[in-house]
């Protein structure tokens, strides 16, 4: 009786199909079922996520030996048309200096029997490939096989993924990243000495034999030093630099020069603090000491508590004030974040600044501009600062001009602000890393297309057409009045004085 179920059983294992895998591989070109007429195909996806790992071809590993891959996944959506389904295709288009376009087609080893596994979840595949460049807009497409017939509209699902810079926890460990000392650890300690002096120690790499150390200000330099190290090795070194005596809130910025990416090495930065002496030629005086410590703390609680006193004495007074005057008063708002994009040919300081100006002085704006922040640009790269700055604003704006170069020489004078001062323009960048959210009303509300001097939008950016416009200064209190209502994602922080001691008197 025994033998004659466990035959039963394996006979009914045996009739069972099994559970459909993936089996993929390169394909190009378009598959073969799109030449073939269907009366029915399957639908589309239900998700497709993309995210990066770690992958290494050999037995034991180091970190240098490990290549950076999409793990692209995706969920069957739960329909009667999932037993059309015999593959699924995905597409991937790399955008940087290069453009990259590949495709791989993986394959379903069995039929669909069900719309669900037999556990009652969904289907979910993943495929493990691709390989990610630094700091590269990604456009990942994926349908299903056999595809809509020719002439009917194909169902399919997209994602946009950017890849990371060398200061990513994965990205680090590329070669490329790697010779740019994305590993190399200086410990920089920097410290002020004396009024008059800055000191800043660290630890050499022996990638490179020479380093730059700049003391700054407010994004001003102010002294600059300069190391050479020919011992090949990690060695600790010293660096006193001379600084003014108002150089209060001064940073240090530590520049290698390693032989595989220079100028275009990692750089580090970070505040100068106090230096805590360690040792004196005197022992201290331990009762001057306490009463030098005290005498400071209670003159600062005195004048803390007469400016409380006389705070709480003007609050009042114009709480009273305004009571008798107005019978409702209304909390000041933060400040909104504007990021502003506009094209090279655009005159920076005829047309940039001056709308910088409006902003700022009749729309309580804080404006978020490339050209102040060059250096953060370089190091983070312009896609990572993009998508930074693309979270921080509380509305993106497209600027765009009739400036002519003519114009924009006369007005600001020769090689002052024009196009040619730029190192690269990073409108058409912006344009392509934030096109995907024009489709989606939930996205869409963040951006603004300003047309100055009878500009239009034309050309490659005519997917700006679904983004609200605005023509300055014609249709200046709608832009005000739009403005006014972006949610604010920030606190109420210090007005932004970007364009101030270099824009010209509006």
């Not at 001379?242 to 090495?265: A, K, M, N, Q, R």
């Not at 409006?358 to 804080?366: A, D, G, K, T, V």
């Not at 990572?384 to 921080?392: E, G, I």
């Not at 997917?463 to 972006?486: G, I, N, W």
Request: net charge positive; aromatic share 8%.
């Amino acid at each position: 009786m025994l033998l004659v179920l466990l035959s039963l059983v394996a006979m009914y294992r045996i009739a069972l199909p099994g559970e459909p895998t993936i089996q993929c591989g390169s394909e190009p070109g378009p598959s073969p079922e799109w030449m073939v007429q269907h009366n029915l195909t399957p639908g589309d996806l239900r998700s497709l996520q993309v995210e990066l790992v770690q992958t290494c071809s050999k037995k034991d590993c180091k970190k240098e030996d490990f290549s950076i891959l999409m793990n692209i996944s995706w969920i069957l959506r739960a329909d009667a048309s999932i037993r059309l389904l015999k593959a699924t295709k995905i597409c991937v288009t790399g955008k940087s200096n290069m453009e990259s376009y590949s495709c791989v087609r993986c394959n379903y080893t069995e039929p669909f029997q069900r719309q669900t596994r037999p556990s009652g979840g969904r289907w979910t595949f993943s495929y493990v490939g691709f390989p990610v460049e630094l700091s590269t807009v990604y456009f990942i497409g994926a349908h299903n096989i056999p595809n809509a017939n020719m002439n009917e509209d194909s169902p399919s699902l997209s994602v946009n993924f950017t890849s990371p810079g060398c200061l990513n926890s994965v990205m680090k460990y590329k070669k490329r990243c790697i010779e740019a000392g994305s590993l190399w650890d200086p410990n920089i300690t920097a410290c002020k000495k004396n009024k008059m002096t800055v000191e800043v120690n660290f630890t050499t790499s022996s990638l490179g034999e020479r380093y730059g150390v700049i003391i700054l200000q407010n994004e001003r330099t102010l002294n600059f030093s300069q190391v050479e190290e020919h011992q090949n090795k990690p060695t600790r070194r010293s660096v006193a630099i001379s600084v003014g005596e108002e150089s209060e809130g001064t940073e240090f910025e530590l520049i290698p020069y390693f032989h595989l990416c220079e100028p275009d090495c990692i750089r580090r930065k970070g505040p100068v603090g106090l230096c805590i002496e360690t040792s004196g030629p005197y022992p201290p005086d331990n009762k001057r000491t306490m009463l030098g410590g005290w005498v400071p703390l209670i003159l600062v609680l005195l004048v803390a508590t007469w400016v409380l006193a006389v705070g709480i004495y003007l609050t009042r007074r114009q709480g009273r004030s305004t009571e008798t005057s107005f019978p409702a008063t209304s909390m000041l708002l933060p400040l909104i974040k504007v990021l502003v994009v506009y094209p090279a040919e655009v005159c920076f300081h005829h047309t940039v600044c001056r709308f910088t100006d409006f902003l700022q002085n009749h729309c309580r704006s804080e404006v978020i501009l490339e050209k102040w922040q060059r250096k953060r640009i370089a190091e983070m790269g312009p896609v990572q600062w993009l998508s930074a700055q693309k979270q921080a604003a509380d509305k993106v704006v497209f600027l765009l001009s009739s400036d002519a170069h003519g114009l924009c020489s006369s007005a600001c004078g020769p090689n002052t602000g024009s196009a040619s001062e730029k190192a690269q323009d990073l409108f058409p960048l912006a344009f392509n890393l934030f096109c995907s959210d024009f489709s989606t009303q939930a996205h869409l509300h963040k951006y603004m297309v300003v047309c100055l001097g009878g500009a239009d939008i034309k050309g490659d950016y005519n997917a700006l057409s679904v983004c609200p416009q605005y023509r300055l200064m014609k249709d200046a209190t709608a832009f005000h009045t739009e403005l006014l209502k972006a949610p604010r994602n920030v606190t109420v922080k210090k007005r932004s004085q970007a364009c101030r001691g270099s824009c010209p008197p509006l």
